[in-house]
């Protein structure tokens, strides 16, 4: 009986040693573990370190008084008063599809967020992707400015300031979605990181429009299914400004040159297509600001 009950202590007081390191150790693992996942700007400030990055942003249906009020430098900052946003360049704007006396401006945003592995950034605890909605408040501003991510700004957007030659090229862009293709335009232009204007749509040359099919569903009667997802395909003549260099020519620290992809990058859409061949007929070209 005596061997049981210094057994029966032993045991205790082993399980009082654990549960005493276990539940801390579980406890303040589970809160290190919430607050690094919740990416909230308090985590922010304990672990890890900010990363810093440019975003082209829309601002949606942006009225007349607070356009004037807009300009580079504008911040919003965090509950602890660090600075989580800035807008750091004005490109244009175009008429509001909601309200055409407001307007949509074309800016780019630093945002400050984490970064994990290459391809994930969260600001404000939200995973940023192309079209994610976001609102950003100002100082000294009355209300927020709504708006939507076009995309992240990356190596290609440096723009050679020495750029000087300009060649016409015919690409083909496949797989657009019918919305999108339904906005392609002649005279569509791609801006770099500077605003400089060094791609535009010089000619469509070709549109293939999406297929419609259609199910046989007794005699001679057909119900049309359009095809899903509805996508279409172009070809165009685009005319690039860059620079010879080493037998190539570079557009945005891109080689131009048969069958390279490329990105035809507009405030309005983003096409992704391949050089078929270079266009040797002299075109007219002119270089006008966004309106």
């Known amino acids: 009986m005596i061997t049981l009950k210094k057994n029966y202590r032993l045991d205790v007081f082993l399980l ?11 406890f303040y693992g589970y809160r290190a573990y919430r607050l690094y996942y919740a990416f909230a700007l308090e985590t922010e400030t304990k672990i890890g370190s900010w990363t810093v990055l440019e975003y082209y942003t829309v601002l949606k249906n942006v009225d007349a008084e607070t356009f004037k009020r807009l300009r580079p430098g504008l911040v919003e900052k965090g509950s602890q008063d660090i600075k989580i946003a800035e807008l750091d360049h004005i490109y244009g704007w175009r008429p ?5 006396r407001n307007r949509d401006v074309f800016v780019r ?15 404000r605890g939200q995973l940023l992707k192309d079209g994610a909605p976001l609102s950003f408040s100002f100082q ?26 300009r060649l016409t090229w015919a690409v083909f862009f496949e797989n657009i979605p019918l919305p999108i293709l339904n906005k392609i335009r002649e005279g569509d232009i791609s801006l770099s990181r500077e605003g400089n204007n060094i791609e535009k749509i010089q000619k469509i040359l070709n549109v293939t429009q999406p297929l419609i099919h259609k199910l046989h569903i007794g005699a001679n009667l057909y119900l049309s299914m359009p095809e899903y997802p509805r996508v279409g395909s172009l070809k165009a ?4 400004k860059g620079v010879n260099n080493k037998d190539c020519f570079y557009v945005k620290n891109r ?13 309005q859409y983003t096409l992704k ?14 270089e006008k600001p966004i309106q």
């Open 109 to 123: 945003m630093l945002l400050h967020g984490r970064k994990l592995a290459a391809w994930y950034f969260y600001f």
């Open 273 to 286: 297509g391949t050089v078929t061949d270079l266009h040797t007929t002299k075109t007219i070209y002119s």
């Open 237 to 240: 003549l685009i005319s690039f």
């Open 16 to 26: 009082v040693i654990f549960l005493s390191l276990a539940l801390p150790a579980a």
């Open 96 to 100: 509001s599809d909601h309200d055409s």
């Open 255 to 267: 080689c131009i040159i048969r069958d390279a992809e490329i990105y035809f990058e507009t405030f």
């Open 140 to 165: 000294d501003f009355p209300t927020p400015c709504s708006g939507i991510v076009l995309r992240k700004s990356g190596l290609y957007d440096t723009f050679d300031p020495a750029a000087s030659i």
